[in-house]
């Protein structure tokens, strides 16, 4: 898939940088990614970001929205976009935290692209965690309602979901931190004690699931037997609204060599085993590792892809999620495919779920009441 990605703000910047990230298997020859931040320091720590695409917005440029289009950052975005538009792409992504300051300028940027290019046009936002205040909630509930009605579709990341699994784990997974570390966690599985922002794990997680997306829509080494080409992932979302994207993996174990009887009879042992892990792993996905919890009864349209190696992807299992999530949603498009990878190079067997056109995501709704409460009656 051809994407043009825009982080916008400190939260944007660093997931549009995530995403950037190089993976392997990828030709990703053509994502194209910009961001645009107010502080200099987050601009200049982004990795994978080239350094002409990294744009500085000064705080006093956003202290009044409406003059947002008349200044000299506003054309350099716009020149940006144009620039990084001549090879064509599939759709533009806008990646934000619903709460920050650069959000106000999503609706601004979405009439220059609209402009002079034909491409849907999603965001992706993170919703703040209750621990950053009631004002910050509150804003992220009113731009929430600002930029539904003028994108294609709006993916939604939980930070409070995702903050409280990304502490969970490292609490049963580290060992004892270093003194005085309290918002700072450390890495687990490093030989060296590395301090990280948990965030940044956040991040890691939201930039899987979006470039699971872009090598589905790409050419592949391994042939996949069930092609899901980038027009069924646009379909899926576009005109959608509010869109949820699941992701659980699972590590596959190192199988010594065996003879070829052996291997035969394991073969019939372990197809059962490889459904019921492709099972497993769509339910959690589902119901645990989705990017904000919603109900699958409520959805329109979703979409089914299996990664992993070819040889442990089971039909089987793909065929009980593809009729579990068919009878589920509350609507008739469902479209599936499978990423298989090398076994050489494949150590995950991973289910991805994209549920879109949701009615309603309770998160979103919670956030939705507070200003409600504001409202005169």
Same mark, same amino acid.
């Given at each position: 898939?051809?994407?043009?990605?825009?982080?916008?703000?400190?939260?944007?910047?660093?997931?549009?940088?995530?995403?950037?990230?190089?993976?392997?298997?990828?030709?990703?020859?053509?994502?194209?990614?910009?961001?645009?931040?107010?502080?200099?320091?987050?601009?200049?720590?982004?990795?994978?970001?080239?350094?002409?695409?990294?744009?500085?917005? /000064?705080? !006093?440029? #956003?202290?009044?929205?409406?003059?947002?289009?008349?200044? *000299?950052? +506003?054309?350099?975005?716009?020149? $940006?976009?144009?620039?990084?538009?001549?090879?064509?792409?599939?759709?533009?992504?806008?990646?934000?935290?619903?709460?920050?300051?650069?959000?106000?300028?999503?609706?601004?940027?979405?009439?220059?692209?609209?402009?002079?290019?034909?491409?849907?046009?999603?965001?992706?936002?993170?919703?703040?965690?209750?621990?950053?205040?009631?004002?910050?909630?509150?804003?992220?509930?009113?731009?929430?309602?600002?930029?539904?009605?003028?994108?294609?579709?709006?993916?939604?990341?939980?930070?409070?979901?995702?903050?409280?699994?990304?502490?969970?784990?490292?609490?049963?997974?580290?060992?004892?931190?270093?003194?005085?570390?309290?918002?700072?966690?450390?890495?687990?599985?490093?030989?060296?004690?590395?301090?990280?922002? /948990?965030? !940044?794990? #956040?991040?890691?997680?939201?930039?899987?699931?979006?470039? *699971?997306? +872009?090598?589905?829509?790409?050419? $592949?080494?391994?042939?996949?037997?069930?092609?899901?080409?980038?027009?069924?992932?646009?379909?899926?979302?576009?005109?959608?609204?509010?869109?949820?994207?699941?992701?659980?993996?699972?590590?596959?174990?190192?199988?010594?060599?065996?003879?070829?009887?052996?291997?035969?009879?394991?073969?019939?042992?372990?197809?059962?085993?490889?459904?019921?892990?492709?099972?497993?792993?769509?339910?959690?996905?589902?119901?645990?590792?989705?990017?904000?919890?919603?109900?699958?009864?409520?959805?329109?349209?979703?979409?089914?892809?299996?990664?992993?190696?070819?040889?442990?992807?089971?039909?089987?299992?793909?065929?009980?999620?593809?009729?579990?999530?068919?009878?589920?949603?509350?609507?008739?498009?469902?479209?599936?495919?499978?990423?298989?990878?090398?076994?050489?190079?494949?150590?995950?067997?991973?289910?991805?779920?994209?549920?879109?056109?949701?009615?309603?995501?309770?998160?979103?709704?919670?956030?939705?009441?507070?200003?409600?409460?504001?409202?005169?009656?």
């Amino acid at each position: 898939m051809r994407l043009l990605i825009l982080g916008l703000g400190t939260a944007g910047s660093r997931i549009a940088d995530a995403i950037a990230e190089p993976a392997a298997g990828s030709t990703r020859n053509t994502l194209h990614v910009i961001a645009v931040d107010n502080d200099p320091t987050i601009l200049e720590n982004l990795k994978y970001i080239r350094r002409d695409r990294k744009v500085y917005f /000064p705080k !006093d440029s #956003i202290s009044t929205p409406e003059l947002l289009t008349t200044t *000299f950052t +506003i054309d350099e975005v716009k020149a $940006q976009l144009k620039s990084n538009d001549a090879g064509g792409h599939d759709a533009v992504l806008l990646c934000a935290g619903l709460g920050g300051g650069l959000i106000d300028l999503v609706p601004h940027l979405v009439g220059i692209i609209r402009e002079t290019m034909f491409e849907p046009v999603f965001a992706l936002v993170t919703l703040p965690s209750d621990d950053e205040g009631q004002e910050r909630l509150k804003r992220a509930a009113t731009n929430m309602r600002q930029i539904r009605s003028i994108l294609d579709g709006v993916i939604v990341f939980d930070n409070q979901l995702w903050l409280d699994k990304v502490r969970e784990q490292i609490e049963t997974a580290v060992q004892q931190p270093g003194p005085g570390v309290t918002e700072r966690f450390w890495i687990p599985g490093t030989p060296e004690k590395t301090s990280v922002d /948990p965030y !940044d794990l #956040i991040n890691h997680q939201i930039s899987k699931r979006i470039q *699971f997306l +872009i090598q589905a829509g790409e050419v $592949q080494d391994t042939p996949p037997q069930m092609v899901l080409d980038t027009r069924e992932i646009l379909n899926t979302i576009t005109g959608m609204g509010l869109i949820t994207i699941g992701l659980a993996d699972e590590v596959l174990e190192e199988h010594s060599k065996i003879g070829f009887f052996r291997q035969k009879q394991e073969s019939l042992v372990h197809r059962q085993e490889k459904a019921g892990r492709i099972v497993k792993l769509a339910e959690k996905a589902v119901f645990r590792d989705i990017s904000a919890y919603s109900e699958l009864s409520s959805a329109k349209k979703a979409l089914i892809l299996l990664i992993g190696p070819e040889d442990e992807l089971s039909m089987k299992g793909f065929m009980a999620v593809r009729k579990w999530i068919d009878d589920s949603i509350n609507g008739y498009e469902l479209r599936s495919g499978d990423s298989p990878v090398s076994s050489r190079h494949g150590s995950h067997v991973a289910v991805l779920i994209v549920l879109s056109g949701l009615s309603e995501i309770p998160r979103v709704s919670e956030l939705d009441r507070l200003i409600q409460k504001n409202q005169p009656q």
